[in-house]
Protein backbone atom coordinates (compact mmCIF):
# COMPACT_ATOMS: atom_id res chain seq x y z
CA UNK A 1 0.00 0.00 0.00
CA UNK A 2 1.28 3.46 -0.63
CA UNK A 3 -0.60 4.97 2.19
CA UNK A 4 -1.39 8.79 1.61
CA UNK A 5 0.31 10.43 -1.29
CA UNK A 6 0.69 14.24 -1.97
CA UNK A 7 0.87 15.80 -5.40
CA UNK A 8 3.37 17.87 -6.10
CA UNK A 9 6.19 17.97 -3.52
CA UNK A 10 7.27 21.92 -4.13
CA UNK A 11 5.59 24.66 -5.79
CA UNK A 12 6.20 28.31 -6.55
CA UNK A 13 3.32 30.29 -6.99
CA UNK A 14 2.75 34.17 -8.35
CA UNK A 15 0.34 35.71 -6.34
CA UNK A 16 -3.34 35.49 -7.80
CA UNK A 17 -2.11 32.18 -9.50
CA UNK A 18 -4.54 29.28 -9.26
CA UNK A 19 -3.49 25.43 -8.29
CA UNK A 20 -4.61 22.33 -7.50
CA UNK A 21 -3.13 20.34 -4.80
CA UNK A 22 -3.71 16.72 -4.70
CA UNK A 23 -4.22 13.50 -1.99
CA UNK A 24 -4.64 10.43 -2.27
CA UNK A 25 -5.39 7.73 0.25
CA UNK A 26 -5.62 3.57 -0.50
CA UNK A 27 -6.96 2.91 2.47
CA UNK A 28 -10.15 3.00 2.32
CA UNK A 29 -10.53 5.51 4.77
CA UNK A 30 -13.56 7.71 5.07
CA UNK A 31 -12.05 11.02 6.84
CA UNK A 32 -9.46 13.03 4.99
CA UNK A 33 -8.18 15.91 6.28
CA UNK A 34 -5.96 19.58 4.79
CA UNK A 35 -3.80 20.80 7.09
CA UNK A 36 -1.13 23.74 6.69
CA UNK A 37 1.73 23.77 8.86
CA UNK A 38 4.15 27.28 9.40
CA UNK A 39 6.39 27.70 11.74
CA UNK A 40 5.67 27.65 15.43
CA UNK A 41 2.15 26.90 14.46
CA UNK A 42 1.75 23.51 14.52
CA UNK A 43 -0.81 22.04 12.38
CA UNK A 44 -4.13 23.90 11.36
CA UNK A 45 -6.84 22.26 9.94
CA UNK A 46 -8.27 23.68 6.35
CA UNK A 47 -10.65 21.72 5.24
CA UNK A 48 -11.38 17.93 6.31
CA UNK A 49 -14.09 15.61 4.54
CA UNK A 50 -15.49 12.66 6.40
CA UNK A 51 -16.82 10.97 3.65
CA UNK A 52 -17.35 10.89 -0.45
CA UNK A 53 -19.02 14.27 -1.79
CA UNK A 54 -18.87 15.67 1.27
CA UNK A 55 -16.88 18.76 2.83
CA UNK A 56 -16.29 21.09 5.63
CA UNK A 57 -14.67 23.94 6.82
CA UNK A 58 -11.57 23.45 9.47
CA UNK A 59 -9.86 26.39 11.61
CA UNK A 60 -8.53 28.32 9.03
CA UNK A 61 -10.91 27.89 5.22
CA UNK A 62 -10.42 30.96 3.96
CA UNK A 63 -8.94 31.41 0.62
CA UNK A 64 -9.12 27.74 0.19
CA UNK A 65 -11.35 25.43 -1.94
CA UNK A 66 -11.62 21.58 -1.99
CA UNK A 67 -13.75 18.71 -3.41
CA UNK A 68 -14.21 15.00 -2.53
CA UNK A 69 -15.59 13.23 -5.68
CA UNK A 70 -14.18 9.81 -5.13
CA UNK A 71 -13.47 8.52 -1.64
CA UNK A 72 -9.57 7.99 -1.67
CA UNK A 73 -9.19 11.72 -3.44
CA UNK A 74 -9.12 14.91 -1.63
CA UNK A 75 -8.45 18.04 -3.63
CA UNK A 76 -7.21 21.48 -2.32
CA UNK A 77 -7.57 24.14 -4.81
CA UNK A 78 -6.16 28.39 -4.36
CA UNK A 79 -8.11 30.15 -6.71
CA UNK A 80 -6.04 33.10 -6.25
CA UNK A 81 -2.77 32.74 -4.12
CA UNK A 82 -1.41 35.60 -1.86
CA UNK A 83 2.05 35.07 -0.04
CA UNK A 84 0.35 34.45 3.36
CA UNK A 85 -0.62 31.22 1.94
CA UNK A 86 3.71 30.15 1.81
CA UNK A 87 3.58 26.87 4.29
CA UNK A 88 3.74 23.44 3.98
CA UNK A 89 0.39 21.61 3.10
CA UNK A 90 -0.58 18.19 4.50
CA UNK A 91 -3.04 16.05 4.00
CA UNK A 92 -4.24 12.98 6.33
CA UNK A 93 -6.47 10.61 6.38
CA UNK A 94 -8.07 8.56 9.42
CA UNK A 95 -10.52 5.14 9.03
CA UNK A 96 -13.93 6.29 10.23
CA UNK A 97 -13.87 8.47 12.93
CA UNK A 98 -12.22 11.68 13.75
CA UNK A 99 -10.59 10.37 16.78
CA UNK A 100 -8.80 7.58 14.79
CA UNK A 101 -5.16 7.81 14.60
CA UNK A 102 -4.55 10.15 11.26
CA UNK A 103 -2.00 8.87 8.58
CA UNK A 104 -0.25 11.69 6.96
CA UNK A 105 1.38 12.02 3.55
CA UNK A 106 4.64 13.87 3.23
CA UNK A 107 3.67 17.10 2.42
CA UNK A 108 3.31 19.89 -0.40
CA UNK A 109 6.29 22.86 0.13
CA UNK A 110 4.18 25.53 -1.39
CA UNK A 111 5.90 29.13 -1.92
CA UNK A 112 3.22 32.34 -3.28
CA UNK A 113 5.66 35.13 -4.88
CA UNK B 1 -6.48 27.83 17.92
CA UNK B 2 -3.97 25.48 19.73
CA UNK B 3 -5.84 23.04 22.12
CA UNK B 4 -2.71 21.91 23.50
CA UNK B 5 0.59 23.47 23.88
CA UNK B 6 3.94 21.73 24.23
CA UNK B 7 6.65 22.35 26.83
CA UNK B 8 9.58 22.39 26.33
CA UNK B 9 9.42 24.22 22.59
CA UNK B 10 13.01 22.42 22.02
CA UNK B 11 14.72 20.26 23.94
CA UNK B 12 18.65 18.82 23.41
CA UNK B 13 19.69 15.50 25.50
CA UNK B 14 22.73 12.73 24.79
CA UNK B 15 21.81 9.58 23.33
CA UNK B 16 20.94 7.23 26.31
CA UNK B 17 19.23 10.03 28.27
CA UNK B 18 15.86 9.82 28.61
CA UNK B 19 13.44 12.45 27.49
CA UNK B 20 10.61 13.93 28.52
CA UNK B 21 7.73 16.23 26.51
CA UNK B 22 4.83 18.21 28.32
CA UNK B 23 1.09 19.00 26.57
CA UNK B 24 -0.95 21.07 28.42
CA UNK B 25 -4.52 21.75 26.83
CA UNK B 26 -7.55 24.05 27.56
CA UNK B 27 -10.70 22.00 27.42
CA UNK B 28 -11.76 19.24 28.71
CA UNK B 29 -11.16 15.96 26.40
CA UNK B 30 -11.73 12.60 25.06
CA UNK B 31 -9.00 11.30 24.11
CA UNK B 32 -5.35 12.93 23.81
CA UNK B 33 -2.46 11.79 20.82
CA UNK B 34 0.94 11.91 20.52
CA UNK B 35 2.49 11.68 16.90
CA UNK B 36 6.55 12.48 15.78
CA UNK B 37 7.38 14.45 12.68
CA UNK B 38 10.99 14.13 11.41
CA UNK B 39 12.65 16.57 9.34
CA UNK B 40 10.80 17.53 5.81
CA UNK B 41 8.23 14.31 6.50
CA UNK B 42 4.43 13.78 7.56
CA UNK B 43 3.89 13.42 11.18
CA UNK B 44 3.14 9.34 12.27
CA UNK B 45 0.79 8.36 15.09
CA UNK B 46 2.49 7.18 18.36
CA UNK B 47 0.09 6.74 20.83
CA UNK B 48 -3.51 7.17 21.71
CA UNK B 49 -4.30 7.95 25.42
CA UNK B 50 -8.50 7.78 26.48
CA UNK B 51 -9.62 10.34 28.90
CA UNK B 52 -10.02 7.59 31.37
CA UNK B 53 -6.79 6.04 31.31
CA UNK B 54 -3.77 7.63 33.05
CA UNK B 55 -0.83 5.56 32.01
CA UNK B 56 0.27 3.75 28.25
CA UNK B 57 3.05 2.47 27.07
CA UNK B 58 4.63 1.13 23.99
CA UNK B 59 8.23 0.12 23.79
CA UNK B 60 9.97 2.81 24.39
CA UNK B 61 7.35 5.38 25.02
CA UNK B 62 5.76 6.14 28.22
CA UNK B 63 2.18 8.76 27.88
CA UNK B 64 0.48 9.95 30.96
CA UNK B 65 -2.84 11.90 31.25
CA UNK B 66 -3.70 13.74 33.95
CA UNK B 67 -7.11 15.09 33.22
CA UNK B 68 -7.35 17.17 36.20
CA UNK B 69 -4.12 19.15 34.99
CA UNK B 70 -5.55 19.07 31.51
CA UNK B 71 -2.08 17.84 31.16
CA UNK B 72 -0.26 14.70 29.17
CA UNK B 73 3.78 13.72 29.44
CA UNK B 74 5.50 11.52 26.59
CA UNK B 75 8.65 10.17 27.70
CA UNK B 76 10.85 8.70 25.84
CA UNK B 77 13.40 5.76 27.69
CA UNK B 78 17.21 5.34 26.28
CA UNK B 79 16.61 7.55 23.99
CA UNK B 80 18.80 7.20 20.34
CA UNK B 81 19.71 9.49 17.59
CA UNK B 82 16.98 8.19 15.38
CA UNK B 83 14.90 9.34 17.96
CA UNK B 84 15.54 12.94 16.85
CA UNK B 85 12.41 14.43 15.35
CA UNK B 86 9.42 17.28 16.76
CA UNK B 87 6.64 15.55 19.10
CA UNK B 88 3.35 16.84 18.85
CA UNK B 89 0.63 15.95 21.19
CA UNK B 90 -3.31 16.23 19.62
CA UNK B 91 -6.59 16.30 21.16
CA UNK B 92 -9.93 15.41 20.31
CA UNK B 93 -12.73 16.52 22.26
CA UNK B 94 -16.91 15.32 21.16
CA UNK B 95 -17.71 17.52 18.02
CA UNK B 96 -14.86 18.52 16.62
CA UNK B 97 -11.90 17.36 14.94
CA UNK B 98 -8.36 16.82 16.41
CA UNK B 99 -5.49 19.92 17.13
CA UNK B 100 -2.72 19.55 17.44
CA UNK B 101 -0.27 22.03 19.41
CA UNK B 102 3.23 23.26 17.88
CA UNK B 103 5.22 20.72 19.03
CA UNK B 104 8.73 19.93 20.97
CA UNK B 105 11.98 19.84 18.71
CA UNK B 106 13.81 16.99 20.11
CA UNK B 107 17.82 16.70 19.01
CA UNK B 108 19.49 13.30 20.75
CA UNK B 109 23.06 13.57 20.13
CA UNK B 110 25.28 10.67 19.43
Known amino acids: NAGVTQTPKFRVLKTGQSMTLLCAQDMNHEYMYWYRQDPGMGLRLIHY???????AKGEVPDGYNVSRLKKQNFLLGLESAAPSQTSVYFC????????????FGPGTRLTVT | SQQGEEDPQALSIQEGENATMNCSYKTSINNLQWYRQNSGRGLVHLILIRSNEREKHSGRLRVTLDTSKKSSSLLITASRAADTASYFCATWNAGNMLTFGGGTRLMVKP
Open chain 1, 92 to 103: ASSYATPWDEQY
Open chain 1, 49 to 55: SVGEGTT
